[in-house]
Structures are given as structure tokens and as C-alpha cells.
């Protein structure tokens, strides 16, 4: 206050101006001035770029630093808001700081009029918001580009396409879908780092090759999409389709080896195909799979035709390589209920098939013949996996439940190490095994017995859990069970059908039940859907229960 005494009224307008400039120093902004004073017989528009431009000092260098991209709008922004009536304005623009960098500004200014009522100048503070400014852009590239390849994602792919057909609707486009042949065995044979490193050469491979005209885009693992713009004809196109599928051959990606690669594409044109890129990119992956069902390293283009293929046994062969592939498997977990508490107990994983374009298929329709084929096995390993890594999320949507049930076959358990493939999945995904049962059959314990019962004891050791699933459609006793690892026995559901009304299965149902438990053993009844059944089942002290009637197979929903 003291400091106060004395001092002249400009003084004292000094002393808070400067203070006021401290703070906007302090906070990051900075003061600026627009005058408008002008002389009165210039016509409007001439004055306002006059004024702007040239009036004071500070006009004139914010002026020259501004991105010639911005300056047309600033301008044009500034106009209107002297000519209209509102009171305040705020734009963003960048500055040029030094040769070719800029800093992102963002202003705010208000009208001062004089004592006549006219316009005498804005006033405003900008500060910079260059920082904000990137992390914004870092996340639209977050959401728009693929992090591990650089290149555009779905999402990305569709909005520049829609901007591309803003231009110009009759442009001629074809939608190339690539799919890297046999993927899979990239990863598995030489690791998932060299895998990530090869996406990314791929990803350069397809720069050079489709040239910087074209949209190229990431749509995932090993899919990719260009959208292919000004193609001749069809002709010159497919050349080109065919050069592409040539160089790649010839390409080598790793350093002193002679490994090398090949891809598969299918292709739809845009405005014969379809004018949406949803239709576009689906007739692509049609054409895609139909290119994959014929071998490796072609191509194919959609037609209607391809839209009606049914499939054969042969061709079901093929598309099942294709789907392994292609990971077109997801799990489905259905409830098993504990009959005494009323609460889920565990899950039993279900796969399903989701054909890209036949939609979902039932095991009942696939297994058979992946088991024939020995696709199976691959099938049921991707299954098992998918059940390592969907545990903790599994409990943590019902932290209650106590274990996954997973079903293996018979050639699933004597084929390809198991043992040292699921002691690489507890690793990978620190997984307590006591969390995870498997499910086998009583059929499949037929062959091979010795062999059989050895991987089960080690299964068994490592702490999972075991159960004869279908009991009762196979030929073993219950005491063949006794000198077997098992924890639980799934009756079937042929049993549980008939449990009303026939006595003798009613019968069977309950012996079965009562020697299990002598033998330490506990019963979970399948294929319950009445409400009727479940009673029964609960007067004959089964243990668990697995069943419509509780509830069906289902995907999580996160
Ligand atoms: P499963 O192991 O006996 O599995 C139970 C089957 O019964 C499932 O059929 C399930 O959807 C069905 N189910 C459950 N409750 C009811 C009910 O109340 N009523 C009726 N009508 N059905 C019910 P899904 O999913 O079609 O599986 C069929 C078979 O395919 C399975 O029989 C299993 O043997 C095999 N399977 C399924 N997923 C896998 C897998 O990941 N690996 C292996 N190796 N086999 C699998
Ligand atoms: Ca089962
Ligand atoms: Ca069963």
C-alpha cells in the first residue's frame, strides 16, 4: 500500500500493466492489438485487408509469420466478425517460428469501440497451444493408423475413401485384399518379434510397390487392403495384380537366407462390385477366400458367382486351412452350474467357426472332418490358447467361478507335445492350473492307452483338473475309472433326456452318480433343459450342472 503513496495516476496504470504482463507471461499468453483506425473514404472490404495488414507494426509481423494456409481463413474470419455484431472472437493458426517450424497459436480478442460508438481496434491474448495441438494429433493417429506398420487402419482406409468418391464418383477403384500365405508359420517358426519385423518390411514392400497415389491400410494380423485408384482396365489392372505377386516372390526379407514369401489376393471394383466400402471390402475378402481355396500366390476377382459357392467336403478341407490360417475361431463358454449352491461353477469353452462369409458353423458340422483330416489338433490348440488368455477376464466379469473346462482329443494329447505346450502357455500367460480342466472322451482314451494315461498323469501333475466327458456312451466301466487321473465324470446327455420318463435311464442315473462318489468322483449332468430334469438331478445328489436350462453357449462380453 505504502508503495501506493505518491505516485502519479500513470504510474500506477504502469505498475499494473506490468504486472498484468507478468502474469500473462507467467500463464503463456501474449497481448495483441488490432487498430482499425482508417481512413473514412476507403471502401470496406480494401480497409479491413488494409488495416490488417498494414496499420501497426504488431499487425504486420503476426501477418507475415502466418501459415499462408491459415491466413485466407484468419482474414476472412476477421472480416466478418468487424463487420458483424459480435462482441468477441477466437481462431487457431500456426506461426512460423523458425524456417519451416511452427507453433500452433490460439487467440482470443474482443471489440473496444470509441467514446463515438465506432470501432476503434480488437484487443486480444494468444497463447500457445502447439503441445495440445500434438497430442491430439498423436491420438487421431492412435485411432487412425496402425501402430506397429505406420499405415492406415480400417477406420482410416474409409474416410479417405469417402473423400476420394467426393471427388470424383466415377473414378475407376479396385479394393485389393492381401493376405500373407501361411502366416501363421512365420510366427511359429522363427518368433512373434521377427514376425512384427517382417509386417513392417512387408509394409514398406507395399509403398514401393503400390506407389504413394494409392490407399494402403493395415487390417490386421496379416491383411492388408489398397485401395488401387486410376486403373486402366481390367487388363493393366491384373497385370499389375501379377507383378505385385511376382516381385514378392522374388523378395528376400531376411538377410543371408533364402527365406521367402508369397501372398494371395482377392479384389472388387468399385462402382460394378458395389459403390459402399463395406460391400467393397467384403466382396474383396470373398474373392480372397475363394483365390486361398486354390493354392497359394494368386489372385481372384468377385463376382456374383463366387457369393453362391456351397461348399463341398473336399472344399471344407481346404477352407478349414484357410480358417486356421486365418484364426476364424472363437470360443463360446457356457455356464456349469453347482447344483447344492445355485451359483456357476466353471465354463466349459465351446468352439465356433465364424465363416467370413457363411456366418457361424456348429462343430458338429466341422469337427468330423478336422478330425479326419488332423486339422483338429491345430484347431484345438488355437482353443486352448484362447482360453490361457481369456482367464483373467473370465473371472474378473465373475470373480465365483472357479475353473475353464476345455476339451481335448485323443490326438490332441498324443500329438505335438502337449505337456511343453501348455508348460509355455502357464508362462506366457501366468495362469494357475488349477484354474483350467480339460474334457476327454471315453473313446478317445481307446487307442493308444498307455500312451494316453502317461499324458494324463503328467497333466494331472501339473496341477490341471480332468474329466470323462460323454460317460456313459462309450464302453468303459466305472471301475476302469478307478485306476484313472480323473477329478469329475460328464454324464451324457442321452441319459438326461429320457430321466423322466424311462425308467431304466433314471436308474442308470442314479447308480452312476452313487459309484462316482464312492469313487471320489464328482458328476456334472449335460444337456439339462427342464426345470423337471434339474430337480431330479438335485434329489440324486448330482454335483453340477451344464445345460440350456441355465444357460447357453455364449462369446464374452467385455
Ligand atoms: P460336448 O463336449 O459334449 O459339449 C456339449 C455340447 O452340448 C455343446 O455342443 C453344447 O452346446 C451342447 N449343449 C449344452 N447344453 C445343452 C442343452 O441343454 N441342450 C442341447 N440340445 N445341447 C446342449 P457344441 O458346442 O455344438 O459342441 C459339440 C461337441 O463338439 C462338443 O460336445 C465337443 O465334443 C466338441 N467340441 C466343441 N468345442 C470343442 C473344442 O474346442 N475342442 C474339441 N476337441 N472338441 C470340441
Ligand atoms: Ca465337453
Ligand atoms: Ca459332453
Redesign the pocket.
Known amino acids: 500500500m505504502d508503495k501506493l503513496y505518491g505516485m502519479t495516476e500513470i504510474e500506477i496504470l504502469k505498475e499494473n500493466l506490468n504486472n498484468y504482463g507478468k502474469l500473462l507471461e507467467e500463464i503463456g499468453g501474449e497481448v495483441w492489438e488490432l487498430n482499425i483506425s482508417h481512413p473514412e473514404n476507403i471502401k470496406d472490404e480494401d480497409f479491413i485487408k488494409y488495416s490488417f495488414n498494414y496499420q501497426t507494426d504488431m499487425v504486420l509481423k503476426f501477418d507475415e509469420k502466418i501459415h499462408e494456409e491459415d491466413l485466407c481463413n484468419l482474414n476472412k474470419n476477421l472480416e466478418n466478425f468487424i463487420k458483424s455484431d459480435d462482441d468477441k472472437i477466437e481462431f487457431i493458426y500456426r506461426q512460423k517460428e523458425e524456417k519451416d517450424k511452427y507453433k500452433w497459436v490460439y487467440s482470443r480478442g474482443i471489440k473496444v469501440f470509441n467514446e463515438k460508438g465506432k470501432l476503434e481496434k480488437i484487443i486480444g491474448i494468444r497463447s500457445d497451444i502447439t503441445e495440445k495441438i500434438i497430442m491430439k494429433e498423436a491420438i487421431f493417429n492412435l485411432s487412425h493408423f496402425d501402430t506397429l506398420t505406420n499405415l492406415s487402419n480400417k477406420e482410416k482406409l474409409k474416410e479417405d475413401f469417402s473423400h476420394v468418391i467426393k471427388k470424383n464418383n466415377k473414378e475407376d477403384i479396385a479394393f485389393l485384399y492381401i493376405d500373407i500365405d501361411d502366416f501363421r508359420h512365420v510366427n511359429n517358426v522363427l518368433g512373434y518379434s521377427f514376425g512384427d519385423e517382417f509386417l513392417k518390411k512387408f509394409s514398406d514392400f507395399l509403398k514401393q510397390e503400390f506407389g504413394k497415389d494409392n490407399l494402403i491400410g493395415r487390417l490386421n494380423a496379416d491383411e492388408f487392403l489398397v485401395i488401387y485408384k486410376n486403373y486402366k482396365d481390367i487388363n493393366s489392372l491384373e497385370k499389375m495384380i501379377e507383378k505385385f505377386l511376382k516381385d514378392l516372390r522374388k523378395k528376400n526379407f531376411l538377410e543371408n537366407s533364402d527365406f521367402k514369401l508369397s501372398a494371395s489376393i482377392g479384389y472388387s471394383l468399385f462402382n460394378i462390385n458395389g459403390k459402399d466400402f463395406d460391400t467393397l471390402l467384403r466382396y474383396a475378402d470373398t474373392a480372397l477366400h475363394y483365390s486361398k481355396s486354390k493354392g497359394k500366390s494368386q489372385f481372384v476377382r468377385y463376382s456374383e458367382k463366387l457369393g453362391e459357392y456351397v461348399f463341398s467336403q473336399a472344399d471344407m478341407i481346404n477352407q478349414l486351412r484357410i480358417a486356421i490360417e486365418r484364426n476364424e475361431f472363437i ?2 463358454f ?1 455356464p456349469i452350474v453347482c447344483v447344492k449352491a445355485e451359483k456357476i461353477s466353471g465354463y ?4 465356433r467357426w465364424i465363416h467370413p462369409h457363411r456366418g457361424m458353423i ?3 458340422q466341422f ?1 468330423p472332418i478336422a478330425e479326419a483330416s488332423g486339422q ?1 489338433v491345430e ?2 490348440q488355437i ?1 486352448i490358447e484362447e482360453c490361457f488368455k481369456n482367464l483373467k477376464l473370465l473371472i474378473k466379469l465373475n470373480p465365483e467361478m472357479k475353473y475353464v473346462s ?4 485323443a490326438r ?1 494329447m498324443i500329438e505335438r507335445n502337449i505337456i511343453k505346450f501348455l508348460e509355455s502357455l502357464i508362462l506366457k500367460y501366468d495362469v494357475d492350473p488349477k484354474l483350467i480342466e480339460f ?1 476327454v ?1 471315453e473313446s478317445s482314451l481307446l487307442n493308444n492307452i498307455d500312451r494316453t494315461v502317461e499324458i494324463l498323469d503328467k497333466i494331472k501333475e501339473m496341477g490341471f483338473k480332468l474329466s470323462l ?2 460317460f456313459g456312451t462309450g464302453y468303459s466301466s466305472l471301475n476302469y475309472l478307478k485306476n484313472l487321473p480323473f477329478d469329475k465324470v ?1 454324464l451324457d ?1 442321452s441319459f438326461i433326456d429320457n430321466i423322466e420318463t424311462d425308467e431304466r435311464d433314471h436308474l442308470m442315473v442314479k447308480s452312476i452318480i452313487e459309484l462316482s462318489h464312492r469313487l471320489g468322483l464328482l458328476v456334472v449332468g ?4 427342464t426345470k423337471n430334469q434339474r430337480d431330479l438331478l438335485y434329489i440324486l445328489e448330482c454335483d453340477f450342472i ?4 441355465y444357460g ?2 455364449e462369446p464374452i462380453v467385455n
Open positions: 470360443v463360446y457356457q466349459e469353452a465351446l468352439v456348429s462343430p458338429g469337427i483338429m484347431i484345438e482353443i476345455i476339451n481335448l482329443s490332441g474334457e472322451t466327458d460323454d460328464k446327455k449335460e444337456g439339462v433343459e451344464q445345460g440350456f436350462y447357453r453357449p
